[in-house]
């Protein structure tokens, strides 16, 4: 079974978005459920197709942590055995989780990901192909795609499946934004992987998302700095302990 992470705030102007991602996990064709971490919210506002639903949890925080925070803080309350971050405002496409449940099943590798698509207000998309090719990819090889810290990222982070150990061995990073940079590169350092050429994961554009809120560009170049380098290291780490292929 699938556990999806989301964070939220609860803010109305997400209420409806929120909901909308409900209903696109309730058109997935295998068992899954979700954690849904309120970031110091009343919890009463939680949509009402959410709150009645047996396979969603509500973990409610006492004061507001942010999202990386609250997200780890979910993370601990997930049971099965694969978990999927996801934002609040977004939705996964109908066959996204058993597309790459049936990979994982069959392969045993620690991830698997898909293409992404830009969802816009008049219900249109656009594909986002990342940098990493569809395939196989070793531990280590992802983040080699990201060839510098302004350059695009080299997967999309909510577009990972991935094993619930694995993930709790690279959450989200320490970070007010790009914290799930630091996740990707984290997951896809540590195990390997496969990339599926299908898109697998909607992300909403809305006047309210987080990438179009003020100030965010103010930080951006920080938090790239720190997930690309973060994301080297680890791969110098774990490549050197790794024994050497043949």
Same mark, same amino acid.
């Given at each position: 079974?699938?556990? !999806?992470? =989301?964070?939220?705030?609860?803010?109305?102007?997400? %209420?409806? &978005?929120?909901?909308?991602? @409900?209903?696109?996990?309730? *058109?997935?064709? !295998? #068992?899954?459920?979700?954690?849904?971490?309120?970031?110091?919210?009343? +919890?009463?506002?939680?949509?009402? #197709?959410?709150?009645?639903?047996?396979? !969603?949890?509500?973990?409610?925080?006492?004061?507001?942590?942010?999202?990386?925070?609250? *997200?780890?803080?979910?993370?601990?309350?997930?049971?099965?055995? &694969?978990?999927?971050?996801?934002?609040?405002?977004?939705?996964?496409?109908?066959?996204?989780?058993?597309?790459?449940?049936?990979?994982?099943?069959?392969?045993? %590798?620690?991830?698997?990901?898909?293409?992404?698509?830009?969802?816009?207000?008049?219900?249109?998309?656009?594909?986002?192909?990342?940098?990493?090719?569809?395939?196989? @990819?070793?531990?280590?090889?992802?983040?080699?795609?990201?060839? +510098?810290?302004?350059?695009? =990222? #080299? =997967?999309?982070?909510?577009?990972?499946?991935?094993?619930? $150990?694995?993930?709790?061995?690279? #959450?989200?990073?320490?970070?007010?934004?790009? $914290?799930?940079?630091?996740?990707?590169?984290? !997951?896809?350092?540590?195990?390997?992987? =496969? %990339?599926?050429?299908?898109?697998?994961?909607?992300? *909403?554009?809305?006047?309210? /998302? %987080?990438?179009? /809120?003020?100030? &965010?560009?103010?930080? $951006?170049?920080?938090?790239?700095? @720190?997930?690309?380098? &973060?994301?080297?290291?680890?791969? +110098?780490?774990?490549?050197?302990?790794?024994?050497?292929?043949?």
């Amino acid at each position: 079974m699938i556990t !999806v992470v =989301i964070a939220t705030q609860l803010h109305e102007d997400r %209420l409806g &978005y929120l909901t909308a991602m @409900h209903a696109s996990l309730t *058109r997935q064709s !295998v #068992p899954w459920e979700a954690v849904v971490a309120i970031d110091g919210s009343d +919890s009463a506002r939680l949509p009402a #197709p959410l709150a009645g639903d047996p396979r !969603v949890r509500a973990l409610a925080l006492p004061r507001p942590v942010g999202a990386a925070c609250a *997200r780890n803080f979910a993370l601990a309350q997930v049971r099965t055995e &694969y978990v999927n971050w996801a934002d609040d405002d977004d939705e996964f496409s109908d066959d996204a989780m058993a597309a790459r449940l049936d990979i994982l099943e069959a392969t045993g %590798l620690g991830w698997c990901a898909g293409w992404s698509e830009d969802l816009h207000p008049d219900g249109s998309t656009t594909l986002w192909r990342c940098p990493t090719p569809p395939g196989r @990819h070793e531990a280590g090889d992802v983040w080699t795609y990201w060839r +510098s810290p302004a350059d695009t =990222i #080299p =997967i999309g982070p909510t577009t990972i499946l991935a094993r619930t $150990e694995l993930v709790r061995a690279a #959450p989200m990073g320490g970070l007010v934004q790009g $914290e799930d940079y630091m996740a990707a590169v984290g !997951v896809t350092n540590l195990a390997p992987g =496969i %990339l599926l050429p299908q898109p697998v994961y909607r992300y *909403r554009k809305h006047p309210g /998302q %987080l990438t179009a /809120q003020r100030g &965010y560009d103010q930080l $951006e170049a920080a938090a790239r700095e @720190h997930a690309w380098h &973060y994301g080297r290291s680890l791969r +110098s780490v774990v490549c050197r302990e790794m024994p050497a292929h043949g």
